[in-house]
């Protein structure tokens, strides 16, 4: 595995952890080396004792064991290069092949791109050009991280260019959500059991609702942030590759491209906002100081990196519809944002209520039912249905059937990265975002980046730190008597904990 970028953060923080989780499972080849690439001259040695505090600091297994880090690390070499120069890469051929000790035929390379994407592009083209895209020796697959270009033309131009060096079938988009268990689990719970499928349409769904919320704010990233922005960096990827599982018909069988295809064809049927629509139909927001459990939170504009007029939203939240037989006419709803209550990022499926209102309810509406897939954190499933409250009468009461996947304690639910890594070594590619389903997703938000960008007449609301981002998100949904689900309070008004 070669990295690019192996003096970066991702590399310390996810990469070697979920390598080092895998050899610690046995599910590496024997075999098996890292060549971490980066910029400037380290030594091996001092590579892999950042690698080791990297693993200290941020694996997830239960037991660390010194000497099976050690052993690992063994593993790990480093080599500096610059990227723009191409007989660097001869070079790198070169280095490629002393430490495989092999002189015609090697083994198999996986390439990772952990580098800014201005670079994807020039590093690929430059493998591609000494050789080491070619698969005559093995297998020769690239690994590319987010984001995949800045919009529609952008990201068809890098497609363009990574395609010229690399076949599709050898590119390994990496999108983490799709790594998450219980994103996986969507296909499991809709596709394993006979009970969901039967009312996963319009005929019983009244709407669906998707949030990802983060409480941290752009931390050390405001630089990268101020350029991006929730549409970007969230939206455009992780939650529309949610909504293409949540949405999809069934596959015809578990082959990624059969997989694949499915998703796509949510993304082609997403129904086009217009630009003059973006205004009715998305809500931007940014945060603004505020103090959160006691403590003053800045502002994003004070945030470092960013610029202190930037237009850049933390926040968005939309309504669309899929233009397809299963689902015409259900709204979607979906928001992300930073600085807002709590971490969570959940699938709320709300269904029609009961076709006739039998018992009456004196005080509050009885609630429609709702399955909550809850990605992530404490992951699970969660149904709420209404209950006979014991005593007299008929009052209802709307209780909960609970499934925590915390609970199949002797399971080891793999990081985001092991999963992906180790599915890109063994060549399944289901799990990873293919060129025309990113094309799809960045047609998706053209119209609203355009109106954005040319339209200051809409607005950008404020919203104070610690609070579900701007009322005006509450807009989106005109029915009475519904509204986003909640899951903790605003912590910027009441200083109030967070219950999922
Ligand atoms: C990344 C975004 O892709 O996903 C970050 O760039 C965001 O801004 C992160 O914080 C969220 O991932 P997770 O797994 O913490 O939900």
Not at 272 to 290: F, N
Not at 315 to 323: G, N
Not at 344 to 361: G, I, S
Request: proline fraction near 5%.
């Amino acid at each position: 595995m070669v990295i690019f970028g192996a003096t970066g953060d991702l590399t310390y923080r996810k990469l070697i952890p979920a390598l080092y989780a895998l050899y610690n499972q046995q599910m590496l080849p024997e075999k098996f080396r890292v060549l971490g690439i980066g910029r400037s001259a380290v030594s091996v040695i001092d590579f892999r004792e950042k690698m080791i505090l990297g693993i200290r600091k941020f694996s997830e297994e239960k037991h660390l064991d010194d000497q099976q880090i050690i052993e690992f690390s063994n593993c790990l070499s480093y080599f500096h290069m610059d990227f723009n120069d191409l007989g660097d890469y001869l070079k790198l051929k070169i280095a490629l092949k002393e430490l495989e000790e092999c002189d015609d035929k090697c083994g198999n390379y996986l390439f990772y791109l952990s580098m800014p994407p201005d670079m994807f592009s020039i590093i690929a083209g430059n493998l591609g050009k000494v050789g080491l895209s070619s698969t005559d020796d093995g297998f020769r697959r690239l690994i590319v991280e987010k984001p995949f270009g800045y919009d529609l033309e952008s990201g068809l131009e890098l497609n363009r260019r990574l395609h010229e060096a690399f076949d599709e079938s050898q590119i390994y988009r990496i999108d983490h959500y799709l790594g998450k268990e219980t994103v996986q689990n969507l296909l499991v719970m809709r596709f394993a059991n006979g009970i969901f499928e039967p009312l996963w349409n319009r005929n019983y769904v009244h709407h669906i609702e998707i949030t990802s919320a983060e409480s941290i704010g752009v931390e050390s990233r405001g630089g990268y942030y101020d350029g991006s922005g929730a549409l970007r960096d969230m939206l455009q990827n992780h939650l529309l590759q949610v909504v293409g599982l949540t949405a999809m018909e069934p596959p015809s069988s578990m082959d990624s491209d059969a997989i694949r295809n499915e998703t796509l064809k949510v993304l082609q049927s997403l129904k086009p906002i217009t630009e003059d629509e973006v205004s009715k139909h998305v809500i931007r927001g940014q945060y603004v100081a505020s103090h959160v459990r006691g403590e003053l939170q800045p502002g994003y504009r004070e945030e470092k990196g960013v610029n202190p007029d930037s237009r850049t939203e933390t926040f968005v939240a939309m309504k669309f519809f899929i233009d397809n037989w299963r689902w015409g006419g259900v709204p979607f709803y979906i928001r992300t944002g930073k600085r807002l209550p709590t971490r969570v990022t959940e699938v709320v499926v709300h269904f029609r209520p009961a076709p006739h209102t039998l018992f009456q309810q004196d005080d509050f509406a009885i609630p429609n039912n709702q399955l909550i897939i809850r990605i992530q954190p404490d992951e699970g499933i969660l149904i709420k249905f209404g209950m006979k409250l014991p005593g007299a009468g008929f009052n209802v009461k709307s209780v909960n059937m609970d499934f925590h996947y915390s609970e199949l304690s002797e399971v080891h639910l793999p990081s985001a990265y092991e999963r992906l890594i180790y599915d890109a070594m063994v060549g399944d590619s289901t799990l990873y975002a293919r060129a025309d389903a990113v094309e799809a997703a960045w047609k998706f938000v053209a119209p609203i980046q355009n109106a954005w960008a040319t339209n200051p007449e809409i607005k950008m609301y404020g919203y104070p730190a610690g609070t579900w981002g701007p009322e005006n998100a509450d807009d989106l949904i005109e029915e009475k008597d519904i509204s986003w689900r909640y899951p903790c309070k605003n912590l910027a008004d009441d200083g109030n904990y967070c219950e999922l």
